[in-house]
């Protein structure tokens, strides 16, 4: 009897022990670092001024890049974001610099004047129709535990989601943990107010209940609301991506709430959730491109290009891609036409998050352009602060975040890209991406690109100015001059090499 049960008796032990493991290991995490903290309640903690951040030196013989200041870019950031937050004070619960409002209008508008002071030629808003667009007017949400009704603040519907009716759904809850297949099994969910717990891989748009199939596989199953737990420590709100065809109600919540209804449901007290969500299709609507040209000596051309729109703040996602197509303007505008080998052209794109209206017109419409194109380049969330899990809490640091790149054309081009990124200390994932995300994937085939593109704490509340660091900003637009430089000692031939 011994032998034949010593393997559960083993296995209990085992758990015994890692039980006691994590007590221990929360002890040290009190010891050392206090109470878990989270973003962005615990903001006041965890922001650093970008003093605070190594400023690596510029590297000898890269004087004319010396003026890129890391500190102007991040004030115009902010001068973006603030579109944002006018929108979220004007009253809307959807809000950021959505398409097709005037949030964005107002963007685009922002960024003409600044071609405009810039001294590009040829600057134009460019008006483009939008598919419909899918648009939460508004919602509420509360948690009844043991009879008391408290509200539920950062609750968010899921991209694609459905509504409610208007006097909403009200049903029991229920906790599946990661909802996969193996959690779900034997379990009832018809009916009820599913909550799954979801891991950022690694942040705010792509996460295990999208990829894993949660989201649908509870949805399937009969579920009557559905909140997704974004693994943010803290109490952020999260715009993620993966509701598209759901049945029902899909939205996402704080793990700061999430968790309070999974201690209340292990307490076996009685859990249930009332939802209202007020869900339309709005037809009819328009965005814009933003275009600006600074001549050059020949008719072969360069494309710097950044999307305007943002859910949320949008911050990192996109104003610090604007900032930095903004200072390579600047930097080309201080040089005599005669001294740029190519034109290049600056172009802002709208509906990045919902139908990519504005850079799919530039794919339909400009293969002549790009026929004469030495290299795409697109500037797109350069700079984040480094973030870490830490037992129950999250953890920022005094770096910057290592960013996903792309670079597509010739070996040639590929090394000046990889050496660049080397020189000027901006740090990357070990692999670059086979495809591009980002905006850049609707145009990498057309001709030789690049780019560097972070992507953890976009379509959160978290992506504001205090997450994006400005020598990381400072490093990204320093070693891109220094990349549009080089290419612009080369022919279209050797960028683009055989293939």
């Known amino acids: 009897m011994k032998s034949q049960f010593g393997w559960l008796i083993a296995v209990v032990a085992a758990f015994a022990s890692a039980s006691a493991l994590a007590q221990s ?12 903290l989270g973003l962005p309640r615990d903001g006041g903690k965890l922001y650093l001024p970008d003093e605070a951040y190594p400023r690596f030196p510029l590297p000898p013989g890269n004087a004319a890049y010396a003026h890129v200041d890391g500190l102007k870019m991040k004030a115009v950031v902010e001068e973006i974001a603030a579109i944002s937050r006018k929108s979220r004070d004007d009253g809307n619960q959807y809000w950021g610099r959505i398409p097709g409002t005037p949030y964005d209008r107002m963007t685009e508008d922002w960024v003409a004047e600044q071609f405009e002071s810039i001294g ?65 099994l034997g379990r009832d969910l018809k009916d009820k107010a599913v909550f799954i717990y979801s ?44 509701a598209d065809g759901t049945r029902a109600p899909t939205f996402t919540i704080s793990q700061d709430e999430g968790t309070a209804v999974r201690e209340a449901l292990e307490k076996g007290q009685d859990v249930s959730v009332h939802l209202t ?10 965005t814009g491109n933003v275009w600006g040209v600074l ?19 949008g911050a990192l996602d996109n104003a610090s891609g604007i900032a930095m197509m903004l200072e390579i303007a600047r930097h ?26 504005g850079v799919s017109w530039v794919h339909d419409h400009m293969d002549d352009y790009f026929a004469k194109t030495a290299v795409i380049v697109n500037c797109e969330h350069p700079s984040q602060t480094l973030l870490y899990l830490l037992n129950g809490g999250i953890m920022t640091a005094n ?17 000046l890209v990889v050496n660049s990124f080397r020189e000027f200390n901006v740090s990357v994932y070990a692999q670059p991406e086979r495809r591009p995300g980002g905006e850049l994937s609707h145009l990498f085939d057309k001709a030789p690109s690049f780019h560097i593109i972070d992507h953890v704490i976009y379509h959160t509340t978290i992506d504001t100015a205090a997450m994006v660091p400005a ?16 290419v612009n000692k080369m022919s279209l031939a050797q960028l683009r090499g055989p293939g």
């Open 471 to 486: 020598w990381g900003m400072e490093d990204a637009t320093r070693a891109f001059l220094k990349i549009i430089d080089e």
């Open 25 to 36: 290991q929360q002890s040290v995490q009190a010891a050392r670092y206090g109470a878990a």
């Open 295 to 313: 001549p050059g000596a020949t008719d072969e051309n360069i494309l710097v290009m950044a999307h305007t729109d943002a859910f949320f703040e």
């Open 277 to 286: 969500a007020d869900i339309k299709v709005k037809r009819g609507l328009k």
């Open 199 to 242: 891991i950022p891989t690694p942040g705010g748009r792509d996460h295990s209940a999208a990829w894993n199939g949660a989201m649908k596989r509870v949805n399937e199953a009969g579920a009557a609301l559905v909140f997704v737990i974004m693994g943010f420590p803290g109490n952020a709100v999260s715009n993620p991506e993966g």
């Open 399 to 415: 770096a910057v975040s290592a960013r996903r790149w792309y670079v597509g054309g010739s070996d040639a081009l590929k090394r």
């Open 332 to 357: 080309y505008a201080a040089i005599p036409q005669s001294e740029r080998r190519r034109t290049i052209t600056f172009l802002t794109t709208s509906d990045h998050h919902h139908g990519s209206a």
């Open 120 to 184: 590009l030629t040829n600057v134009r808003r460019q008006e483009i129709d939008m598919k419909p667009l899918w648009y939460p007017d508004g919602w509420k949400a509360e948690v009844t535990v043991a009879g008391a009704t408290t509200p539920l603040t950062s609750t968010f519907p899921i991209n694609g989601t459905v509504g409610t009716p208007p006097s909403g759904i009200s049903a029991k809850a229920v906790w599946v943990g990661l909802g996969t297949a193996a959690d779900l």
